[in-house]
């Protein structure tokens, strides 16, 4: 069974910035895709970004970001740790949410890359207060 422990958030001020961290209990699959979602209060679960892994590379294609977080956030991943990361930088208090890691050994794709019911596998999150 696979466990994510996410980690990092905190409270900022607008502007600011934060990196959050997701560690895997253990090396997960072959291929995989792995990613972060947020949920603010009084709202359903959004898309952040994600990207598919073919053992310790990139797999084909992209970084996929949400718009709304797109030239602020980065995602990356370091291989030795099984350990992804969201850089944010600039945040602004709509982006205030708990911040969930989420993986899944299905290479999804652009369709479904951003739809949280294709992971199999959720942290237990981290919040991200951004004051104004």
């Known amino acids: 069974q696979v466990q994510l422990f996410e980690s990092g958030g905190g409270l900022v001020q607008t502007g600011g910035s934060l990196r959050l961290s997701c560690a895997a209990s253990?090396?997960?699959?072959?291929?995989?895709?792995m990613g972060w979602f947020r949920q603010a209060p009084g709202k359903g679960r959004e898309f952040v970004a994600a990207r598919r892994w073919s053992g310790d590379r990139w797999a084909g294609g992209n970084t996929y970001y949400a718009d709304s977080v797109k030239d602020r956030f980065t995602l990356s991943r370091d291989n030795p740790t099984n350990t992804i990361y969201l850089q944010m930088n600039n945040l602004k208090p709509e982006d205030t949410a708990t911040y969930y890691c989420a993986t899944t050994n299905k290479a999804l794709i652009l369709s479904t890359i951003r739809l949280p019911s294709n992971y199999d596998y959720w942290g237990q999150g981290t919040q991200v207060i951004v004051s104004s």
């Open positions: 253990e090396h997960t699959f072959d291929r995989q895709t």
